[in-house]
């Protein structure tokens, strides 16, 4: 998913001539053929250098693109896991949970590259703590106990921070109010969506699920691009 891009760089040199007579006017040629040859030398090396950014750019779009997947993963298993839920179907319920939790896995593993296999770990605690705090406010959603459902919200907002600390201290681009705020808004979404699914109303679900689209696409990006700042060499 990550590939290594090595860069290469050079400065241009500045180069002056002045001559008079013969021997004047034989180096200016044989300078100038020099620098024929190293003005050629300096455009190679500049449409190198152009090619490693047009791929660098390339592989953070890839990488934006393979964090999108895996966001919209997240976000349609645990939709899956809701109707099942609201239907009593166990069957549904049971093979939407593994694809979610099989999901929040590979979300995790995507940050192994950079930070190692302890970080994905942990990270995927946090990932599962998330998806804990949503599963206990759409059962309480489902039994009608609003007790149940405000103290799943508290956990659904402090797993949003707890996630935020995490990730803001492995990447010094991912800015902790910036992270804490799409993560707090994620989680908003979860709650309103299953709202409206228990309430039946799918047209206004349907907006939410648009919404709950783009906002993991924004968590995606912003994540590609802080791993590009921080990691530019595996770009």
Known sequence: MFTMVKHESRDDDQHSLTGFGVAGAVAIILLGVAFSSEAYSQTATMQHVAAKQQI??????QTSAALRDLWVGH???VRNVSIAAMDNNDAALKASEQQAVANAKSIAA?????????AKEAFFKLLAGHYGAIKAYLLATVGGTASAQAAATQSLTSNAEDI????SKANPHLPKDTLG???LAHGSHHIQQIQELKA???????????????HVYQIADATADAL????????
Do not use: C, H
């Open 56 to 61: 660098r750019s390339g592989k953070t779009l």
């Open 75 to 77: 976000i349609f298993w």
């Open 110 to 118: 995507s940050i192994e590259p950079f930070y190692g296999a302890d």
């Open 164 to 167: 935020t600390v995490f990730l």
């Open 181 to 183: 705020s799409l993560l």
């Open 200 to 214: 039946r109303n799918y047209a206004a679900e349907a907006k939410t699920w648009e919404d709950m689209k783009n």
């Open 228 to 235: 590009t700042k921080q990691y530019p060499e595996q770009f």
